[in-house]
C-alpha cells in the first residue's frame, strides 16, 4: 500500500463517462509506482506534480482511494506528465536504486537484471560489475563518474518504470503488475 503519491491528473469535474460527479485525481505512488484514481474532498483544491498523503488515517485533500488503474486508463495529460513525475520520484529515492545496482544479479543464465535497464547493453554491465567490484556505488554522481557511457542514470530507472507500467516488460523489477500473467 502506498502512502504517498504524486498527482499526475487533476480532473475538477470527475470523468466524463462517470453517473457522479465529483473531483478526483489519477496518481502514481511514491513508493511501488501504483497508478491510482481518488477521489477529492470537496474543500480540497490540487495540483499537478504535488505529493498527497494516500494512506491510512486522516487524509488533507483525499476523500478515498477508488481503485488502482492501469496505464491505459491514465489521460493523455497523465501520460504527459507521468515521466517528470516518476524522475522525481526516483532521484528522491537515489539510495534505493544505486542499491539496486550494487546488488543487481542474474535472472538466468542468459539475462542479468542490469540488462533489462534501457541502454545498458553488455559491454556498460561489464563495466558497472567490474566499478562495483572495486567499490559500491554511491550516487548517480558517483556511477556516472566511474561509467562514462551512463550520463542520465535517474531517467534510465524513469524509462524502465515507465515501460514496466506500460505492460511492455516481461521482467518487473520496479513495479507490480497491473495484472497476474
Known sequence: MEDYAWVVEYLPAGKATDMKKEPLVQLVGNQ????????????????????????????????RIKRRIGYEELTNGAKEILPNVVKRIVEEHEPLFINFLNKA????????????LPGIGKRNMEEILKEREKAPFESFEDLKSRVSTISDPAGV???????????????????????PY
Open 105 to 116: 544479479a542474474p535472472i538466468s543464465m542468459r539475462v542479468h537484471q542490469l540488462d533489462l
Open 157 to 179: 530507472f524513469t524509462h524502465r518504470i515507465i515501460s514496466e507500467l506500460e505492460g511492455k516488460e516481461r521482467y518487473f523489477l520496479f513495479t507490480k503488475p497491473q495484472r
Open 32 to 63: 511501488f509506482f501504483t497508478l491510482l484514481e481518488a477521489s477529492l474532498k470537496n474543500e480540497a483544491s490540487v495540483l499537478v506534480g504535488t505529493k498527497l498523503f494516500v494512506g491510512k488515517g486522516d487524509r488533507e485533500e483525499v476523500d
